[in-house]
């Protein structure tokens, strides 16, 4: 009777066990998945302003020669993107963006799926940022 008893205790700690490890790898796993980030361009700029975050603008030569968001990094998006990210420290927060938000989301899980920390994708791209009358720099 003691082994049944001492048995049937073994087996519900066990299942509690269990069911608590799934609970974790899924909280770490929707944790991952936050990893990017949308942003506003009040939020952006205030991001911006810190040293380790890199701004990096994914739309073209052309459209980055024409203006961009001050100390961005043109880096276009296409498809040689993730080769062109791959000397960048993954460690320190990026800001992505392009016109309005089609290319800088792409490039926002391409660096994610890279392995890179946080990840904030600029809501509106940088037509928001004009129409908030967010500075640019040619």
């Avoid at 929707?30 to 991001?47: C, K, Q, R």
């Avoid at 968001?69 to 040689?80: F, G, L, M, P, S």
């Amino acid at each position: 009777m003691k082994n049944k008893i001492l048995y049937l205790a073994v087996l519900v700690l066990s299942l509690s066990f269990c069911v608590s490890c799934k609970e974790g790898i899924a909280q770490e796993e929707e944790e991952e998945e936050e990893t990017i980030e949308m942003v506003t361009p009040d939020e952006a700029e205030n991001l911006s302003k810190m040293e380790e975050v890199k701004v990096l603008d994914v739309r073209t030569e052309e459209e980055f020669s024409a203006e961009h968001i001050k100390n961005a990094q043109n880096i276009v998006y296409d498809e040689n993107f993730s080769d062109k990210i791959s000397d960048l420290d993954k460690s320190k927060p990026v800001i992505v963006y392009c016109k309005s938000g089609g290319r800088s989301e792409k490039s926002a899980q391409i660096l994610k799926d890279s392995g890179f920390v946080k990840v904030y994708d600029l809501k509106g791209g940088i037509t928001q940022w004009k129409y908030d009358k967010k500075e640019t720099e040619k």
